[in-house]
């Protein structure tokens, strides 16, 4: 089992490394700039993190954060920044003449396969990943930067997956929290989809780097597992007031709703607002979601009321019900005995009068 973890842990590192080491390739083609490497140094922090995963922790995560995921953002969140900013060629030109380029880089690549046969395996191999490589640069620059972003989506899904939990987690956590990435996964690639390939958009790089700097707000809150997990709240702190009672009660739930407000629907409505109303850049799409981001708010404000409703009503009960449980019987025990601790006797055989056995001078000090 052991084993098992540490295994995880290395391979889950070695595709995020792996993923961002083709984010800055494409970046190095893109700009023609062989400086741009320098990029693949942010995974040496990802390396850091492993090396003190795997001796303090033996490969498995932390409570409440993931180390790996952040880092993984690090590396990669640059790349997609300057892939973004290039939008010179985010624009195919000529779709047909592409398709027509395919076509015979597909028939270049069966050529190629057909006379590697005659080689030995080796020089198949080379020859092979060369007309690979030579395929995957002839693709349109507009797919490459979509693929990547779709790609990278996947890897914080599976990765988080992937990786071992700690001890502040449980399976079942995990898998909601999977099911939690994998919507907003499809939400943060449709804002970005939708709102960078418009004219108006890229004709404006101030609004292009506000969309980027809201996607990578947005994507914070993926190292963070506050949001599935309960807090078990200690007897003392609900009976402090309303503000410890609900924050200790409801810290998954209250986690949840501030994520959704302040680092995803809320910034996305605001910037879906903005595009609709001063840059006058109005789609279906662009409508449907930006009504859906609202309805999101709206429904988290209506939970959060309803989660204070009801921490208020159990501290108007309470008083209640502590009246119940402290009130007396109605024939005391005398002397520290409880009536219910002698079944089928009563007060008056358990009550000894004092005239029962009386005690005089002479029989206090008998006689030798």
């Not at 932390?62 to 300057?82: E, G, H």
């Not at 290039?86 to 015979?104: A, F, M």
């Not at 449980?170 to 939400?187: E, I, K, W």
Request: aromatic share 10%; net charge neutral.
């Amino acid at each position: 089992m052991e084993g098992l973890v540490l295994l995880n842990a290395l391979a889950t590192r070695l595709l995020f490394v792996l993923h961002s080491l083709v984010g800055v390739w494409r970046v190095t083609v893109v700009k023609k700039e062989p400086w741009y490497w320098l990029l693949a140094l942010l995974n040496l922090l990802l390396f850091l993190e492993t090396a003190l995963t795997l001796k303090f922790k033996r490969g498995r995560g932390y409570k409440w954060f993931s180390p790996a995921i952040f880092l993984y953002l690090i590396s990669i969140v640059p790349s997609l920044w300057l892939l973004e900013m290039h939008h010179e060629t985010q624009y195919c030109s000529g779709q047909s003449g592409g398709l027509s380029q395919n076509t015979s880089r597909k028939e270049d690549f069966n050529q190629t396969l057909l006379s590697a046969e005659r080689t030995n395996r080796a020089d198949d191999l080379i020859e092979t990943a060369k007309v690979f490589v030579n395929n995957l640069s002839t693709v349109c620059e507009k797919v490459w930067t979509l693929g990547l972003h779709q790609t990278f989506l996947l890897m914080l899904i599976i990765g988080r997956w992937l990786l071992p939990i700690g001890s502040g987690i449980t399976r079942d956590q995990l898998s909601q929290l999977l099911l939690m990435f994998v919507g907003t996964a499809a939400d943060i690639l449709e804002f970005t989809s939708e709102t960078l390939e418009e004219e108006n958009v890229r004709n404006s790089p101030a609004l292009v780097y506000s969309i980027l700097v809201i996607w990578t707000w947005s994507m914070l809150q993926f190292p963070l597992d506050l949001a599935v997990q309960n807090v078990v709240c200690p007897v003392s702190m609900t009976t402090r007031g309303f503000s410890s009672r609900f924050f200790c009660q409801y810290s998954a739930d209250l986690w949840n709703i501030g994520i959704s407000i302040f680092i995803q629907d809320g910034p996305f409505l605001v910037v879906r607002l903005i595009l609709m109303t001063y840059f006058e850049v109005i789609n279906q799409m662009l409508v449907f979601f930006a009504a859906k981001n609202f309805l999101v708010v709206v429904l988290q404000f209506y939970r959060l009321v309803v989660l204070a409703l009801d921490v208020r009503a159990s501290l108007r009960s309470q008083p209640e019900r502590l009246k119940g449980e402290r009130r007396c019987p109605d024939a005391p025990a005398e002397r520290g005995v409880s009536p219910e601790a002698w079944p089928g006797s009563s007060m008056e055989a358990l009550a000894i009068p004092l005239q029962a056995s009386p005690v005089t001078s002479d029989d206090s000090h008998p006689t030798p």
